[in-house]
């Protein structure tokens, strides 16, 4: 064990990799303890690595995000190898907290969110990971608080020439498909796609391999809406992703009852039901009606928060709304701040895909002819069908009840609608839409 490291004192290893040793070292000038990865002798003296090393810590440097690894210090030791002074987390990897077994649901969901956070932070700097896994997600406590900490950007590449990218790299179990085939072509999405596994491995305790099966199969306590989230970051096909590790993090922090961001951004979650994608869920009793617009005969309209467009519902599914917008990522668009509405009696029993009552969704966006929309496993996908300005999927027989759902386009609008029993209102609903 080395003594000292340039200027700072060493006190233990605190690990060792096939390309650097990490050690835990004091600062007596700042009086504070920091990590000090030191690249091996045996590639310390190959070109490739050896700028590949400090890439990492150029990287880290120009992203100098709270939820990523900071560097504080780049040297040279007298016998050539490069260091890097980073922060010290004190509370170790996401893979030792993994070898006891799978974790609370909540606490799963929240470090994915916080994961997907850091991963953001990472792209909006204009990085791609390219190997997220459990040793490389660290805990550090910061003003007294724990927090997740993303590290090793060994294989870190710009995201301007991702689609160029031509050598296989990553970890097997976390990888994206497309990262398996030289010249694939990759963006974000590849990191989604490990968040999702890793989020898969915290529900399950393994991550997951060949057909991935539903955590709810593998574990009680695990609500559709979770499935859907986490299966939806593993699709093979990426189109069919979450689009942004934003867009994750969005829904992972709806489901583990995070706080609200400081920003007013849509909320998504990513149940097979759409109503949460509603931002801020600010619930409001409907105080009366909006002057009729051809609305039916005792129908209530109800007006989105900006009064842009306005729909018609029967008169029992007028007991609460959100009005506030959504974000069309949520349905594989581009991420924007949109106008957007949910309706039901009972927002939260309506939210529940094979139970409580009827209600609806609408949302503004554009190229919604391009937009992935939900399926519904337990439904059967009843019919198809085009009505004057609008595609319409009706998923019925729902789990045994009578619920069932329309999944609707009407040029620049996308309802969901749920219902119970055997009366279709749908194209009433829709020709009751008024912008």
């Not at 700042?30 to 990287?59: C, G, P, T, Y």
């Not at 690894?69 to 030792?96: F, K, N």
């Not at 968040?195 to 991550?207: K, N, W």
Request: aromatic share 6%.
């Amino acid at each position: 064990m080395p003594a000292k490291i340039g200027r700072y004192r060493v006190e233990r290893r605190l690990g060792a990799g096939a390309f650097a040793t990490v050690w835990l070292a004091e600062d007596d000038v700042l009086e504070s303890w920091v990590a000090i990865k030191v690249l091996a002798d045996n590639w310390a003296h190959q070109a490739d690595v050896r700028a590949r090393f400090e890439q990492e810590a150029q990287v880290l440097r120009r992203a100098d995000s709270e939820r990523l690894v900071r560097i504080h210090d780049y040297g040279e030791l007298p016998d050539g190898r490069p260091y890097q002074v980073m922060t010290y987390a004190d509370g170790g990897t996401l893979a030792e907290r993994l070898e006891s077994g799978p974790m609370p649901v909540r606490t799963a969901m929240r470090i994915a969110a916080d994961i997907a956070r850091a991963t953001a932070d990472l792209h909006d700097a204009g990085v791609l990971h390219r190997d997220l896994k459990p040793s490389n997600v660290l805990f550090g406590t910061v003003r007294g608080v724990e927090r997740v900490l993303v590290a090793d950007l060994g294989l870190a590449k710009s995201l301007a020439f991702a689609s160029g990218f031509t050598v296989v790299a990553g970890t097997p179990g976390y990888m994206a498909p497309e990262q398996s085939r030289p010249g694939g072509g990759l963006d974000v999405r590849a990191d989604v796609h490990a968040i999702g596994a890793m989020a898969y491995q915290m529900l399950t305790s393994a991550p997951p391999r060949g057909t991935v099966v539903a955590p709810s199969k593998l574990r009680g306590g695990i609500t559709p809406v979770i499935d859907r989230i986490v299966l939806r970051a593993l699709a093979p096909d990426r189109d069919r992703r979450w689009p942004t590790a934003a867009a994750l993090a969005d829904a992972l922090e709806e489901v583990a009852g995070a706080p609200a961001r400081s920003r007013n951004r849509a909320l998504q979650i990513a149940g097979r039901t759409v109503g949460g994608l509603i931002a801020a869920a600010v619930l409001v009793l409907l105080g009366g009606a909006l002057p009729a617009r051809s609305t039916p005969p005792g129908w209530v309209r109800v007006a989105d928060a900006t009064g842009s467009f306005s729909v018609a519902v029967p008169p029992g599914w007028a007991g609460q709304a959100r009005q506030s917008g959504w974000d069309p990522a949520a349905v594989g668009l581009p991420s924007a701040q949109r106008p957007g509405l949910a309706v039901a009696a009972d927002l939260a029993a309506w939210d529940e895909e094979y139970a409580g009552g009827p209600g609806l969704f609408a949302g503004r966006a554009d190229g919604l002819d391009r937009a992935t929309l939900p399926t519904h496993d337990r439904c059967t996908r009843w019919s198809v069908r085009t009505v004057p300005g609008a595609q319409v999927t009706r998923w019925a027989g729902c789990a045994g009840t009578g619920i069932s759902w329309s999944e609707v386009v009407a040029g620049d609008t996308y309802l969901q609608i749920k219902q119970v029993g055997d009366a279709d209102l749908t194209d009433q609903i829709v020709r009751n839409v008024h912008s």
